[in-house]
Each structure stands twice: as structure tokens, then as C-alpha cells.
Nanobody
């Protein structure tokens, strides 16, 4: 089992920035990838970004490309999501996720094995 704890959410004005962090513990040596998903009010949860734990390769949802950056610190078992140029439509609960199976990056878009409890990001206009 892998446990994930997110931090860094909050309220920010449109155009501002936030950095989310996700600390992993437990059987972290089994992780192949970590990612971020989000769920806006009244909507289904959607993929945001994913990073390969070994190679550092990344993939993003189209609406966040060029604004969000996912990164990882292998020594600290932590993944980050740097969010710049935030828009009101980025408002959502952001969930950290991890997967213990090797897949193509695009296959992680549909979900992962382990989930954090989420952190709320609110972007005001």
C-alpha cells in the first residue's frame, strides 16, 4: 500500500500561482508513476498531469499545458504541481495519485491505484 498526502491548496486570484505537494509513504518502491487529477463542483474527476517515477517523463491535459508543471523528488518521495496563470475554471479539489503498474503515460489518464484525500484550489475572478 502507498499513502498519499496533499498540501498547498488555497484561494488565489486569477492569474496567480500555487504549488501543490504530495508526499508518498509506505511501499513507495513499487511506484511507477504519480499524477494529479481534479474534480470541479458538479463535474467528474479528470486527469491533469502524470510523471514517470523513474524517467521523469511527463504528460498533461491539454487545458493546463504551458501553465502547469509536474515534477518529482525521488529522494523525498514527493511530487509537485506548479500551477501558474490560474483561471477560475481551474477551481477544483486536486487529488494526488500513484500507480504500481507500468503503463504508457496516456493510460494513466483513466485512473491510478492509490489516491490522496484531495486539496481544494479556489481561483477567484
Amino acid at each position: 500500500q502507498v499513502q498519499l498526502v496533499e498540501s498547498g491548496g488555497g484561494l488565489v486570484q486569477a492569474g496567480g500561482s500555487l504549488r501543490l505537494s504530495c508526499a508518498a509513504s509506505g511501499r513507495t518502491f513499487t511506484m511507477y508513476a504519480m499524477g494529479w487529477f481534479r474534480q470541479a463542483p458538479g463535474k467528474e474527476r479528470e486527469f491533469v498531469a502524470v510523471i514517470s517515477w523513474s524517467s521523469g517523463s511527463t504528460s498533461y491535459e491539454d487545458s493546463v499545458k504551458g501553465r502547469f508543471t509536474i515534477s518529482r523528488d525521488n529522494a523525498e518521495n514527493t511530487v509537485y504541481l506548479q500551477m501558474n496563470s490560474l483561471k477560475p475554471e481551474d477551481t477544483a479539489v486536486y487529488y494526488c495519485a500513484a500507480d504500481a503498474k507500468y503503463r504508457l503515460l496516456r493510460d494513466y489518464y483513466y485512473g491510478m491505484d492509490y489516491w490522496g484525500k484531495g486539496t481544494l484550489v479556489t481561483v477567484s475572478s
